[in-house]
């Protein structure tokens, strides 16, 4: 179960670091 966890919680550290990208490569675009 905790390895689980980790899994997810990796998964989710990868998506949030994804989401950050592209959204700095938005706002870059519109500025």
Excluded: F, P, Y
């Excluded at 179960?1 to 990868?14: A, G, H, N, Q």
């Amino acid at each position: 179960m905790i390895e689980v966890l980790v899994s997810v919680d990796r998964e989710s550290e990868v998506v949030a670091v994804i989401i950050t990208t592209s959204w700095q490569a938005v706002t870059m675009d519109a500025a």
